[in-house]
């Protein structure tokens, strides 16, 4: 990429998402016996107002999609790390049930539409393949950020015991508001022309008729089950089927994270260098899960000596990684350029949703599963991600150009409908159409 793609304030931006990943992975690993020793509440009440609230912040994800239209991407950015801040700040003090329950929600309210936030934020600062660029810097600063904050705490504990987690709570907050203080340098880059933003049906109605977008996120959220089995499904494989020690797991967590941090922006931008289209690199990163899906089939069927097992689980892990780093650059630029600009808080908004109703169906569905039969699980993600990488190719063609391609062809394809007057891609003219 030359020099002219950067964006204004974006390594402040970068550093900020960075600082705000230390916090986050200060908590999320040992959120059960943090928050159980920050406000002194039993394990059962605590996973009870974490599971409720969580859920309780999912409901609020539409209303942050309306705040980004209304408000901007930075400014509502600006609002949550401060919300955020002031939640870690009060947890320490939140020691009874109704008190932890009032901050838990508010935070929860605030990582539940942070995704929708930052997505768009990238929208408002970056266009074309500078938008693929800054969504692999993030994934790769995000996944550096938490291995550091889970490291921190480790560190902490192992030194000073568990009274130390109210201090990281107070870390955590600090590092929240350093972010804030990073990300309000960021310039929004040149809008499209003054007044083509007006004028536009601005509601949720307007992403309901658009049934390319709605198609697009029906395949995230069949690819978003994949990335939520190496929390959820690897785990419980390992211990119940593979019988293999728990060690493994941490091991598989690892090797995840090093990778994605270690290599993300280099696969991104090969993969951006290949000058293919961005349904393609998705769907290729379908493809590449399918194939490490498979791969446990074939483990799970075969199970070797405890040996082949850890060096085949670790191999299977390394392409599991591979297609997380292929497809999430390419699938969030796909998402943020399909969305009109005058709506894009409410289309991500929608999006976003794809992630977090696989994340909550995740372990109920894979525990059902894998009750029947250890191989099941990985059968039906393997379908469901050649599913999707089949959805993405065919809706191709109905996608906006610059959704399709992080640098728009220099001869007009014919590809991709040009956004109509109120922002929406064109329904096609039939299905049977060329």
């Known amino acids: ?4 793609e950067h964006v204004a304030g974006e390594r402040a931006l970068l550093v900020g998402v960075g600082i705000s990943a230390v916090g986050i992975g200060m908590y999320v690993p040992f959120s059960l016996v943090f928050f159980h020793h920050v406000t002194g509440l039993s394990f059962a009440l605590v996973g009870l107002v974490l599971t409720a609230t969580g859920l309780a912040g ?6 942050a999609g309306t705040a980004v239209d209304r408000f901007g991407a930075k400014r509502a950015n600006l609002a949550l790390y401060a919300l955020r801040t002031i939640g ?3 947890y320490p003090f939140a020691d009874s049930p109704a008190a932890f329950a009032a901050v838990a929600l508010v935070t929860a309210v605030a990582d539940r539409s942070f995704p929708v936030v930052q997505q768009s934020l990238i929208g408002e600062v970056a266009h074309g393949s500078a938008r693929d660029r800054l969504q692999a810097s993030l994934r790769a600063l995000q996944n550096a950020g938490m291995g550091a904050g889970a490291l921190i705490v ?9 009274s130390a987690f109210a201090h990281t709570a107070w870390g955590n907050a600090a590092a929240f508001a350093l972010a804030g203080l990073l990300v309000a340098r960021v310039r929004p880059a040149a809008a499209a022309p003054p007044g083509s933003a007006r004028g536009v049906p601005a509601g949720y109605r307007m992403v309901l008729r658009d049934r390319p977008f709605l198609g697009l996120t029906a395949a995230n959220f069949l690819t978003a089950l994949g990335y939520a089995a190496l929390s959820v499904l690897f785990p419980l494989y390992i211990a119940t089927w593979l019988h293999g020690p728990d060690s493994l797991t941490g091991a598989a967590f690892t090797v995840n994270t090093a990778l994605c941090a270690g290599t993300g922006v280099l696969v991104a931008s090969r993969v951006r260098r290949s000058g293919a289209r961005r349904t393609r690199s998705a769907a290729l990163g379908g493809l590449l899960f399918a194939a490490a899906f498979t791969g446990q089939i074939v483990l799970g069927t075969l199970r070797p000596g405890q040996t082949a097992t850890m060096v085949a689980l670790l191999a299977i892990v390394v392409v599991y990684t591979l297609a997380e780093l292929v497809h999430s650059p390419s699938g969030g630029a796909l998402s943020v350029s399909a969305a009109p600009e005058a709506v894009r808080g409410r289309y991500l908004a929608t999006y976003q949703l794809s992630y977090s109703l ?15 039969d250890g191989r099941l699980p990985w059968a039906f993600l393997a379908v469901a991600a050649l599913g999707a990488a089949f959805a993405l190719i065919r809706l191709e063609r109905h996608l906006p150009a610059e959704a399709v391609y992080a640098e728009p062809p220099a001869e007009p394809v014919g590809r991709g409908p040009a956004r109509g007057a109120d922002g929406a891609a064109p329904a096609p003219a039939s299905p049977t159409a060329a």
């Open 358 to 372: 696989a994340t909550a169906l995740a372990p109920s569905l894979f525990t059902f599963l894998l009750a029947v």
């Open 1 to 4: 990429g030359t020099r002219a």
């Open 58 to 63: 999912l409901a609020f994800m539409p209303l």
């Open 154 to 162: 480790s560190g902490v504990l192992a030194l000073w015991g568990t």
């Open 88 to 90: 870690f700040a009060l």
